[in-house]
Structures are given as structure tokens and as C-alpha cells.
């Protein structure tokens, strides 16, 4: 059975960073392509970086230039690096296969004041 574990989270002022992460359990890691998504209050889930078996990044438009998704295939960890953070990051930030997607983790909140 597939295990997702977030961390990282916690409440910072905008401008701000946070290192997210996310250890994953039960499948072989190394293979699939993995992403971050979040949720915030009221809006569905959506994708926020994803990253390939081989490491090519992509970024969503609001994600690109202030976040970086990276690998570490020995820890079967997957991280977000957020760099400038607004309030309108505040959500709560899960990590996935990009496909076929497993059952979600509890995620990890994010908060940003302004």
C-alpha cells in the first residue's frame, strides 16, 4: 500500500519560504513521476509542480520562478522549495504520483500572512 507523508508546513509572513516534503512508501519511487498540489478553503485540488522520474520540473505559471521541485530518490522524498510566498498560497499542499495517482496523505498546511 502507497504511504504519502507531508511536512513542512507552518505559518510564515508573505515574502517568506518553506521547504515542504514528502516521503513515499510502497511503490517504487524512482519510477514515477511525482507532483505537489494544494487546496485551498473552497477550491478543488490543483497542481502546483510536478517532477519526472528523470527530474525535469514543471511549474505552474503562479508556482514558476518562487518554487522548485526536487527529488532525492535514495530517501524516496519529493520537496517544494517556496521562495516569496503570498497570502494567496495559503492552502493546504499534498504531494501525489502524477499518475496513476494513489490515495492521498494528510497533507501539509501552508499560511501566509500578509
Known amino acids: 500500500q502507497v504511504q504519502l507523508v507531508e511536512s513542512g508546513g507552518g505559518l510564515v509572513q508573505a515574502g517568506g519560504s518553506l521547504r515542504l516534503s514528502c516521503v513515499v512508501s510502497?511503490?517504487?519511487?524512482?519510477?514515477?513521476?511525482m507532483g505537489w498540489y494544494r487546496q485551498a478553503p473552497g477550491n478543488q485540488r490543483e497542481v502546483v509542480a510536478t517532477?519526472?522520474?528523470?527530474?525535469?520540473?514543471y511549474y505552474v505559471d503562479h508556482a514558476l520562478g518562487r518554487f522548485t521541485i526536487s527529488r532525492d530518490n535514495a530517501k524516496n522524498t519529493v520537496y517544494l522549495q517556496m521562495n516569496s510566498l503570498k497570502p494567496e498560497d495559503t492552502a493546504v499542499y499534498y504531494c501525489?504520483?502524477?499518475?496513476?495517482?494513489?490515495?492521498w496523505g494528510q497533507g501539509t498546511q501552508v499560511a501566509v500572512s500578509s
Open positions: 501525489n504520483r502524477v499518475s496513476p495517482q494513489t490515495n
Open positions: 517532477i519526472s522520474s528523470g527530474g525535469n520540473a
Open positions: 510502497g511503490t517504487i519511487f524512482s519510477g514515477h513521476a
